[in-house]
């Protein structure tokens, strides 16, 4: 799509879509992951000029593993939502929500292709950028004031939206913390068939796909362990905060993964993990699975995302 045809929907996009979302109507074609509400279009438009007129400003940002360009862009609405992973069913982790369109600029260090078309009207992109600021997360690029269908200047993280390297342990752990208490203050209880508000499924191999931010409902037990796009095996001494203990054998009923967080002691003889387990849901609890003396069907295995 030519990047004037795009600037122009786009503009007159912002004149008419926030007073349909307000009203709650329906619009077919619309996939609306967070919602824009637009005071005015004279503001919009000359942020939108602005934007396009100056650039964009440049500086270092670190991802772990080496520096990456980072910019900020303003957003172009208000109440948009930002989520833990490079999918719009994630779950959200804050919100973009000043008063008037264009108050708040979002920083951001990298971007995801997802393979996925989000559209809002005629504007469409498949692009969704990761927030180091105001809140730290996904944005749809669709949320952004630019004519581009993507962040320009911005590196590119493609594979289908799955997690790439340089993603953030405490991230992931931060996202399985959400189940805790997501169930209106109780944890998300267990269940293989049925898939919880985000759009993940209820065991645990649909938990650990929605820490990692894997597209939804998730991977099964096996694939998380056998996929070397998702994990690679490790032994227990490399155990670190966000890696996975996975039994990958048997049927659906014995097979289990858990996320480790810490090790309870000097001698390695426990750990801290979350768990999304039978007859009880999502639990943060102390484990000995793939320990000497524990269940010797558990390898350990880390997520790619982290790079190392």
Partial sequence: ME?????????????????????????????????????????ATGIRQAAAATGIRQAAAADGRQASAAADFPTWGTRWVVHAGPDINSPAVGMINKTAAGQDRITADYQVDTGHRVCQGSACSTYMAHLTGPVTGFLTVVAVDVPQDRLPGIPVHGDGGRPQPGGSRQEMLNRAATWLTANDGAQVPYSQAQVWKDGYRQDCSG????????????????????????????????????????????????????????????????????EQRGGHG???????????????????????????
């Fill in 3 to 43: 990047e004037h045809t795009r600037s122009g929907r786009r503009a007159a996009l912002r004149k008419v879509l926030p007073a349909v979302v307000a009203a709650g109507i329906g619009v077919a074609g619309f996939a609306v992951p967070a919602h824009g509400n637009e005071p005015g279009p004279a503001a």
């Fill in 207 to 274: 938990y650990a796909s929605m820490a990692l931010g894997l597209p939804t409902p998730g991977s099964n037990t096996v694939g998380l362990a056998t996929d070397r796009g998702i994990t690679r095996p490790i032994s227990l001494d490399e155990l670190k905060p966000g890696d996975l203990l996975i039994d990958a054998s048997g049927d659906h009923n014995n097979r289990h993964v858990v996320i480790f967080e810490k090790w309870n002691n000097d001698t390695h003889s426990s750990y801290t993990a979350y």
């Fill in 282 to 308: 999502t639990d943060h609890r102390t484990l000995t699975y793939g320990l000497p003396g524990g269940d010797a069907e558990f390898t350990p295995y880390r997520p790619v995302m982290f790079g190392d």
